[in-house]
C-alpha cells in the first residue's frame, strides 16, 4: 500500500539534501537558483511533516542533527531511486542508454581503458563519464552519490560502504640498481627509517574517518622526507635522479612505467611491513544501481578477473629495452561488507 504524501515533499528533501551539502541555506538556494526564503520554508515544513529537528541554528550556520544525518541518507537513496526507475524505464527495449559517472584512481583506469571503450561501442546510446581522482576523493564521492561507482584501492574495507574486491597489489620499496644506501633484499623498518624517502603528498585533509591508503601506512616509515609530490610518474623520476627512494604499490609502479626509460630503477617487496593494497568496484551502502551502471560493473568485474588469473610476474626484474617489469597483482577472493 502506498501512503498519500504531500505533493511537494520530494522538493523539500531536494532542498533539504542541498543545505545539508553546504551547511547553509543561501549556497544550497544559489545551487538551485531558488529564492533563500524558499529554502527555507521547504526546510520548515519538512520538520513539520516528520515532526523533529534536522538542523541546529546557529549565528554562524546550521548544523545538521543525528537525525538530519539519518534522513540525508535515505534522500540520497531515495533520487538514486528514482534515477534507477527511469534508467530502467527507459531501457525497456533491451538497449542500453543513459549516463554513467565513475570514478578511478590513474593505476586502474590505465587497465581499464580498452574494456570500458569495448563496452561503450557496445552500447552507443550510453554516455560514460570517467572522473580520475585519488582514493580518499572517491570514497568521498561514493558516499555522497556524486559517482555510480569508484574502481579504486584501499588498505582496509569500508566500515559502511562496499568494496568488491578485484585485485591485490603489494608494497614496493623503489629505488635506483646502483643505490648508495645498502638496502637489504628484505628491509626491516629499521633500514626503511633511515632512507630519504621521494614522498607521495595528497592535498585532502584527513576527516573523521580518514580512507585507509597506503600512504597513510607508510607515514610511520617515512621518517625522512626530502620531497613530496602528488604524482607517481614524477616521484619515479626523482628517484632515478638519485635523490631517494619511494614506496608505492604493484599497480601504481606499473602504471608509471612508460615515456621514460626505466633501466636504472629496481623495486623489491614491502608486504612483511605494510598492508596490501586491495582494489575492487566500491559502491555506496544501499545504493540503487542503474542497469548501465550495473552493466559496465559486470562487465570490469570480468575484465579484472581475466587478468588476475595469468601467471604472475617478479617485481624485481628488468624487461628488455629498459622497462622495469612489475609483480602483476594478486588475484584476491570477491568479498562486500556494508550491504
Given at each position: 500500500m502506498i501512503p498519500e504524501l504531500n505533493g511537494d515533499f520530494l522538493q523539500w528533501l531536494r532542498g533539504f539534501y542541498y543545505v545539508a551539502k553546504t551547511g547553509s541555506v543561501r549556497r544550497a538556494a544559489e545551487l538551485m537558483h531558488r529564492n533563500p526564503s524558499t529554502i527555507s520554508y521547504q526546510l520548515r515544513s519538512l520538520e513539520t511533516e516528520l515532526n523533529t529537528v534536522l538542523f541546529d541554528r546557529y549565528k554562524k550556520g546550521l548544523q545538521i542533527t543525528p537525525e538530519g544525518k539519518k534522513l540525508l541518507g535515505w534522500t540520497i537513496t531515495t533520487f538514486?531511486?528514482?534515477?534507477?526507475?527511469?534508467?530502467?524505464?527507459?531501457?525497456?527495449?533491451?538497449?542500453?542508454?543513459?549516463?554513467?559517472?565513475?570514478?578511478?584512481?590513474?593505476?586502474?583506469?590505465?587497465?581499464?581503458?580498452?574494456?570500458?571503450?569495448?563496452?561503450?561501442?557496445?552500447?552507443?546510446?550510453v554516455n560514460i563519464r570517467i572522473?580520475?581522482?585519488?582514493?580518499?576523493?572517491?570514497?568521498?564521492?561514493?558516499?555522497?552519490s556524486r559517482l555510480d561507482f569508484g574502481?579504486?584501492?584501499?588498505?582496509?574495507?569500508?566500515?559502511?560502504d562496499s568494496l568488491e574486491i578485484l585485485l591485490k597489489a603489494r608494497p614496493l620499496l623503489v629505488m635506483r640498481k646502483d643505490s648508495i644506501w645498502d638496502i637489504p633484499p628484505i628491509p626491516t623498518e629499521a633500514d626503511l627509517e633511515r632512507l630519504p624517502f621521494v614522498v607521495f603528498q595528497t592535498s585532502q585533509e584527513e576527516s573523521e574517518q580518514p580512507t585507509p591508503t597506503l600512504q597513510s601506512a607508510t607515514r610511520r616509515l617515512q621518517k625522512n622526507t626530502?620531497?613530496?609530490?602528488?604524482?607517481?610518474?614524477?616521484?619515479?623520476?626523482?628517484?632515478?635522479?638519485?635523490?631517494?627512494?619511494?614506496?608505492?604499490?604493484?599497480?601504481?609502479?606499473?602504471?608509471?612505467?612508460?615515456?621514460?626509460?626505466w633501466s636504472s630503477i629496481i623495486s623489491c617487496p614491502l608486504d612483511h611491513l605494510l598492508p596490501n593494497v586491495l582494489y575492487g568496484i566500491l559502491v555506496r551502502r544501499h545504493k540503487h544501481i542503474s542497469p548501465q551502471a550495473q552493466a559496465l560493473m559486470d562487465t570490469l568485474r570480468r575484465h579484472f578477473t581475466t587478468l588476475a588469473e595469468q601467471p604472475l610476474g617478479s617485481a624485481d626484474q628488468t624487461q628488455k629495452g629498459g622497462q622495469p617489469k612489475a609483480a602483476r597483482p594478486r588475484r584476491k577472493a570477491s568479498s562486500r561488507k556494508g550491504d
Open positions: 538514486e531511486t528514482l534515477q534507477s526507475m527511469r534508467s530502467a524505464v527507459g531501457t525497456s527495449d533491451g538497449h542500453l542508454q543513459g549516463d554513467i559517472l565513475m570514478g578511478a584512481t590513474l593505476p586502474v583506469a590505465i587497465m581499464a581503458v580498452d574494456t570500458i571503450a569495448a563496452f561503450q561501442a557496445e552500447n552507443p546510446q572522473q580520475r581522482a585519488l582514493s580518499s576523493e572517491i570514497a568521498q564521492a561514493v558516499k555522497e574502481l579504486t584501492g584501499m588498505t582496509n574495507l569500508p566500515k559502511l626530502v620531497i613530496s609530490v602528488n604524482n607517481y610518474h614524477i616521484i619515479m623520476q626523482f628517484v632515478r635522479s638519485g635523490i631517494g627512494v619511494a614506496i608505492m604499490d604493484e599497480l601504481c609502479y606499473r602504471a608509471t612505467m612508460f615515456g621514460s626509460d
